[in-house]
């Protein structure tokens, strides 16, 4: 029995991550970034392990936006943030938040988080579970500030603060 809920656990894990991919992906479609950050390759940075960061590096090596190229890279501090497009703070790195709103508050960087309660915090996108099903918030506010502006499109989709 412990076996069986083990497997089922972890197929609902795989799962979550696979649906967040294609959301990240949406994100970087569906973003507008200001126009300094519109050349060269799109930088997708994780902070720290996760296993999502081999369903993005997946994603990167499929997919582009237009002609630029999808980089992934993994952080180990927050120090080496630089000029990523997208900050993927995974749930083990959660207490970094407010270090990290610091780091990107005069850039246009993304910041996706995966913890109940961070949107509140200042994390522009969050990732919940509502009614067993994948979601995120998406704060407007957060967004303006690091000027960033998120399509309708998105908007329809994402929980609103």
Not at 104 to 133: P, Y
Request: proline share 2%; with cysteine.
């Amino acid at each position: 029995m412990f076996l069986i809920l083990c497997s089922v656990s972890f197929f609902a894990q795989a799962q979550n991550y696979e649906t967040k991919k294609v959301y990240v992906y949406s994100f970087v479609r569906l973003i507008q970034w200001p126009e300094e950050s519109r050349v060269g390759d799109f930088e997708i940075a994780v902070l720290g392990e996760t296993p999502f960061f081999d369903q993005l590096i997946e994603m990167a090596s499929k997919k582009k936006l237009g002609d630029r190229t999808i980089k992934v890279i993994k952080l180990a501090t927050i120090a080496e943030l630089n000029k990523s497009h997208i900050l993927v703070l995974p749930a083990a790195q959660s207490a970094s938040l407010a270090e990290v709103l610091k780091k990107i508050s005069t850039g246009s960087t993304l910041v996706v988080t995966e913890q109940d309660g961070l949107a509140l915090k200042g994390s522009h996108i969050n990732f919940v579970l509502k009614d067993g099903k994948l979601a995120f918030e998406l704060n407007q506010n957060a967004l303006t500030k690091n000027k960033l502006k998120a399509a309708n499109e998105l908007t329809r989709l994402a929980i609103l603060l």
